[in-house]
């Protein structure tokens, strides 16, 4: 019922900077906590950070606090993921998902499609 577009990846060097971006379809946007998580290859989807509905809450994981930083704009049903400091372990494919809980698990209700982050050393 919602759905998820991510976009802004692509290849940069070790130290560079990227934003990504994910738009949602619906009029609900601001009733969903939001969250980007991360897939590398052989590795399992991992947690990168989450905002709330209202955006005055976040949480990042540990290997990206400090470069990451997550940010919403309510009225353009939109969220962010500015990436600053990248490193080459932070390539992997990019997702954005909605939910109705403020967590760091995966246990959200939508899921973008994702989009490649490439960081060459």
Known sequence: QVQLVESGGGLVQ???SLRLSCAASGRTFS???MGWFRQAPGKEREFVATISRSGSHTIYADSVKGRFTISRDNDKNTVYLQMNSLK???TAVYY???GRLFTTSNSYNYWGQGTQVTVSS
Request: negative net charge; aromatic residues 8%.
């Open 96 to 98: 954005c998902a909605a």
């Open 88 to 90: 080459p372990e932070d």
């Open 31 to 33: 009733t969903y906590t």
């Open 14 to 16: 070790a130290g560079g």
